[in-house]
């Protein structure tokens, strides 16, 4: 007996076995939200107020599944002429002319409906399955057909026969509608679909956030929350919210020293810090974090290692110079291992900051990151809770991936206190430094004190601390 | 693509579908008269035996959510009477039911939606079988 049941793993007890094959969105971000891709022959609604980017996921969607021996069947009804719609298409990367009017059939349905009335859609959409056989269909705006219907029951016996034809034949539909969340508990095309994306856009301070959220994928996982995005000449380009990865309870931890490159420090902790550690440097302004941070990229770099240095202050150029000043002038060698990254702190964006930082970690094996300054990714995060959300799972992305990491915290008190936001701070570093200044007599003088170092034995007590032209050293450990 | 699919010697070919789903029926119907064979349509299972000894299909396609007597019973029922042996069963359902669709005897498993290159292809396949094993058996009989 012949078995093309695709799809189907053919169990008969229970919940059948189905391994839902996908079609990528043509963004590999998204397609990591979406498990994989949209579901194939499934139906989907992508919702958004007018520009939020519904017609740019779309159109990536069917370029980056055009060819092959079925074609893509675009429709537009009564939001924005074809011609509207094609003129701008064009200004994408991904759009391709020699796929037009072949492997991709654009047609404009808005003088049919008009004329005829919601009816006119039905029997259009069983032509072309019946002439082309498309492998997608996008119906773009399906909202503006509503305004069409002459009452809501006609509607509803239109979408039943439309959902019933499309649930019938293999193909996947992306119905792009201008839907307010209030439409999703009275517009009956919610209840039918079996994808729902919302692409939306949240004011902060004076920029906007273009954010893409996922409500349902039926028979699917999907990451849920809000996924950053931005539209690019590529498309969209998400930016997935981070979690913590599932092998975190399962990596072996290296039990390797990564030495900090601070004279006098590594035999504070009976040889360096443990390498995949997470150490966070606390200190008041001018209490030498960030030179301490440079310290320990440049200790890397002569080790061989790849390093990452994340900025918020201090674009490349004055980086750079700052390293010169203290680790004299960088080789190509050592120069081609060190990926410095400085966001403006106008435009922070915590979820394009980490997916920054994780192409780096996929790019090439970095063995060293640090981020300078905590203070500055809270502003990125625009709430604190969110932050150490992300800031949790970085640290367990670092951990499995076997990178230590030198997180700095601008605080004024000598002791972190108990509360909710340093608290988490606390729990979730393996090594926690501080870099404390007092003024005796009218001198100011520098202490650096660890406060924990998770498995490793150390030094509690607080030792004097120089910074000079060279960087950092424990007093005792003078060069 | 399965719309260009030739017509050949099978345009006298009988398919009798059994499907209570008019969308799925009026799109069968279109690929296969396209593919070449006559198609013929009942919604439930309750006389689909009595309409196969009139109308002698070569190959009944029934989906097993059918009001009246189900797909599988159906196949079991048409397998298991000499008069209607002979005629191939294509289960065409929504149903991941693959082992069970070969348990009542059915010559071969499609599952929904419908996709018409695999549609035409496994019509194709389980017809030149029959074909094959009627000419074997006649064959046999004649030696």
Do not use: W
Not at chain 1, 6 to 19: I, L, N, P, Q, T
Not at chain 1, 188 to 213: K, Q
């Amino acid at each position: 007996m012949s078995n093309e049941a695709s799809g189907a793993g053919g169990s008969e007890k229970g919940v059948a076995d189905f391994s839902i094959k996908r079609l990528s969105t043509g963004s590999v971000e998204l397609d990591e939200v979406l498990q994989g891709g949209i579901p194939e022959n499934s139906l989907n609604i992508i919702m958004g107020e007018p520009g939020s980017g519904k017609t740019t996921l779309a159109e990536a969607f069917v370029f980056a599944n055009a060819g092959g021996d079925r074609p893509i069947l675009y429709l537009t009804t009564l939001s924005e002429p074809l011609d509207k719609v094609i003129k701008y298409l064009q200004a994408f990367r991904f759009f391709d002319m020699e796929k037009m009017g072949s492997a991709v059939q654009y047609e404009a349905l808005g003088d049919e409906l008009a004329t005829k009335g919601v009816g006119a859609l039905l029997p259009r959409l069983k032509d072309a399955i019946k002439t082309l056989s498309p492998k997608i269909i996008v119906i773009d705006s399906f909202k503006a057909i509503h305004d069409l219907a002459t009452s809501n029951q006609e509607m509803r016996l239109m979408l039943h026969e439309i959902a019933g034809l499309l649930a019938a034949y293999n193909t996947t539909v992306l119905l792009l509608g201008e839907y307010r969340h209030e439409d999703i508990v009275t517009f009956p095309e919610f209840a039918v679909v079996d994808g729902i994306i919302e692409l939306a856009r949240n004011a902060l301070g004076t920029r906007d956030e273009r954010y893409i959220r996922v409500f349902k994928l039926r028979g699917s996982s999907y990451r849920p929350g809000f996924h950053v995005f931005d539209i690019t000449s590529d498309g969209l380009q998400v930016y997935p919210r981070l979690v913590s990865p599932v092998e975190a309870a399962s990596y072996k931890r290296d039990s390797s020293r990564t030495p900090s490159g601070v004279p006098g420090l590594d035999s504070m902790l009976a040889g360096g810090l443990s390498t995949g550690s997470a150490t966070l440097l606390a200190g008041a302004t001018g209490s030498g974090k960030t030179t301490m941070g440079i310290q320990y990229i440049l200790e890397g770099l002569r080790r061989g290692e790849r390093c990452l240095l994340v900025n918020f202050q201090e674009n490349p150029t004055q980086l750079a110079h700052q390293m010169e000043q203290i680790g004299g002038k960088l080789d190509a060698d050592m120069r081609s291992r060190l990926e410095l990254f400085y966001y403006s702190a106008v435009e922070l964006s915590i979820d394009k900051i980490v997916v920054n930082i994780f192409r780096a970690l996929r790019r090439s094996v970095i063995r060293r990151v640090v981020i300078d300054a905590l203070g500055d990714l809270a502003v990125a995060a625009s709430d604190p809770i969110r932050m150490h959300h992300y800031l949790y799972a970085l640290v367990q992305h670092f951990a499995v991936q076997g990178v230590s990491s030198l997180l700095t915290l601008e605080t004024d008190l000598p002791i972190m206190p108990n509360d909710e936001h340093d608290g988490r701070l606390r729990h979730m570093s393996d090594n926690i430094i501080f870099l404390e200044m007092k003024t005796t007599e009218g001198i100011v003088g520098r202490t650096l004190r660890i406060a924990k170092a998770r498995g490793i034995a150390h030094d509690l007590q607080p030792r004097e601390l120089k910074i000079d032209d060279r960087g950092l050293h424990i007093v005792e450990a003078r060069r | 693509m399965g719309s260009q699919t030739q017509l050949s010697g099978d345009d006298k070919t009988i398919i009798l579908v059994v499907d209570r789903n008019s969308h799925i029926c009026e799109l069968e119907s279109h690929f296969l008269n396209k593919a070449g064979y006559v198609v013929e349509f009942e919604q439930s299972g309750d006389s689909v035996v009595e309409h196969a000894l009139k109308l002698h299909p070569e190959i009944i396609i029934t989906e097993i959510l059918v009001p009246g007597v189900d797909g599988l019973a159906l196949c079991r029922q048409l397998k298991g009477d000499p008069r209607t042996r002979d005629i191939a069963v294509l289960i065409f359902s929504t149903l991941a039911a693959v082992v069970r669709a070969k348990e009542a005897g059915a010559d071969a498993f499609l599952l929904k939606p419908l996709a018409e290159d695999a549609l035409v292809a496994t019509v194709r396949q389980v017809l030149e079988a029959r074909r094959e094993r009627l000419r074997s058996t006649q064959h046999e009989q004649r030696s």
